[in-house]
């Protein structure tokens, strides 16, 4: 988990040199951030059999598969209406060939 978070953090420092990337850049940043915080607070809970630790990890692990399905959601969303405007597009070309 902690390595996923790294390469996320990494990740997103890397988008930020990008002129997009830098729009969006803070996202792969904080679930980086969150997946970090998830492992050591799991790491904290196995050592110490703290509760609190444990339902703490499991609060930022919640978190980031909250963002991460939201994520996921709008970018299916873009990707059926480009879907749809593509096939418009298609179709209105074949049209005017005509």
């Known amino acids: 988990m902690k390595l996923v978070g790294v390469m996320s953090i990494i990740g997103g420092a890397i ?12 996202l792969p940043i ?9 492992a050591n607070a799991i ?9 609190v630790a444990m339902i703490r990890s499991l609060s930022k692990l919640k978190t980031y ?3 991460t399905g ?4 709008i970018a299916i969303i873009f990707m059926v209406i480009g879907l749809f405007l ?4 298609s179709v209105m070309s074949i049209s005017h060939m005509r």
Do not use: D, K, N, P
């Not at 593509?86 to 597009?89: A, D, H, N, P, R």
């Open 86 to 89: 593509g096939l418009f597009g």
């Open 70 to 73: 939201v994520l996921t959601l």
């Open 43 to 51: 790491e904290q809970a196995y050592e110490t059999g703290s509760e």
């Open 15 to 26: 988008q930020v040199l990008t002129c997009f990337g830098i729009i969006i850049a803070w």
């Open 30 to 38: 904080w679930l980086g951030i969150l997946l970090f915080q998830c």
């Open 65 to 67: 598969f909250i963002i």
